[in-house]
């Protein structure tokens, strides 16, 4: 079994797999470029929470938002930390204000226990938490991004360069046992 499943051929299948991942990934990921693309969603707050995971092996931001009629909570996506005011949002917002986000059309065909609607904005009492035109700059730049196919396309080559090298030091390593006295 080890001589068909060794570090080339585990490297090729990686970059094979991870290919046409990534192609997929690009061309369904739901482009938001406009006020069109977005769903307006009034509700009342219950509660929230916000938690960065930083150390050395987990360095992620969760920041969930629960309302007191929709089943599933909302989500702060980690694109918007930077423009985000979180502070602001866990002083002022209490359990019962009304609070508008604004979604992208394709959330709403959501429906896990485990799915999040991924907000573009927050707004409560006049106050703008989440700016939902700096969302749809950051948006925008991302649509217009082809970093999932050159991500897909170097898992390609570096797993057929992971291939083809451990070929040739197999080459040379028979090579050399061939032509010993």
């Not at 938001?32 to 009034?42: A, H, N, Q, Y």
């Not at 702060?76 to 602001?88: E, T």
Request: proline share 2%; charged share 25%; aromatic share 14%.
């Amino acid at each position: 079994m080890k001589k068909y499943l060794n570090e080339g051929v585990l490297g090729l299948i990686i970059g094979v797999v991870a290919f046409p991942y990534f192609i997929y990934t690009g061309l369904t990921r739901e482009k938001i470029t406009s006020d069109g693309d977005l769903v307006e969603i009034r509700t009342p707050y219950l509660r929230h929470s916000f938690v960065d995971n930083e150390g050395f092996k987990n360095f992620t931001h969760q920041y969930y938002i629960w309302t007191e009629n929709q089943k599933l909570s909302f989500q702060v996506k980690a694109d918007y930390l930077g423009i985000f005011k979180k502070a602001d949002f866990a002083k002022t917002v209490v359990q019962g204000d009304t609070i508008t986000f604004t979604v992208p059309k394709g959330q709403l065909k959501k429906s896990g226990t485990d799915d999040h609607y991924l907000v573009t904005s927050i707004e409560s009492e006049g106050t703008i938490y989440l700016d939902k035109d700096e969302a749809l700059k950051i948006e925008r730049k991302l649509a217009t991004s082809n970093a999932d196919y050159f991500f897909g396309l170097m898992y390609l080559v570096v797993g057929l360069f992971v291939y083809l090298r451990w070929r040739f030091k197999q080459a040379k390593t028979t090579a050399n046992t061939v032509h010993m006295p």
